[in-house]
């Protein structure tokens, strides 16, 4: 059972950045696809971004350049930084986080669907006031 533990939301202006962590518990982070999704009041769970072990990345249409996510192997670590905060950021932003197999450095770039996913963290809160 992997664990995931997201840390950094809070409270910005328009316009303001934040930066979230998503630390893991497992030895084998490397060989995980990492993702961000996000959850507003009323809203569906939608897909923010996503990154696999060959750094490559896929972004939300909404995103438009304004976020960035890596990963720190070694620290088993994933940040997603958010500049350009925007009002309509506000939600619960979860880490999440699928295994695609040992020794596998997938071809192309990571899919957000969010059913592939199978570890989930509890959220941590983002709210842009205007």
């Known amino acids: 059972q992997v664990q995931l533990l997201e840390s950094g939301g809070g409270s910005v202006r328009s316009g303001g950045s934040l930066t979230l962590s998503c630390t893991t518990s497992t030895d084998s982070f490397i060989w995980y696809r990492m993702a961000w999704f996000r959850q507003a009041p009323g809203k569906e769970r939608e897909a923010v971004a996503g990154i696999d072990n060959t750094e490559m990345t896929t972004y939300g249409d909404f995103v438009q350049g304004r976020f960035t996510i890596s990963r720190d192997n070694a620290k088993k670590t994933m940040v997603l930084q958010m500049d350009s905060l925007k009002p309509e950021d506000t939600a619960i932003y979860y880490c999440?986080?699928?295994?695609?197999?040992?020794?596998?450095?997938?071809?192309?770039?990571?899919?957000?669907?969010?059913?592939?996913?199978?570890?989930w963290g509890q959220g941590t809160q983002v709210t842009v006031t205007s």
């Open positions: 999440a986080a699928r295994h695609i197999g040992v020794g596998i450095r997938p071809s192309a770039a990571p899919t957000l669907r969010l059913s592939e996913y199978n570890y």
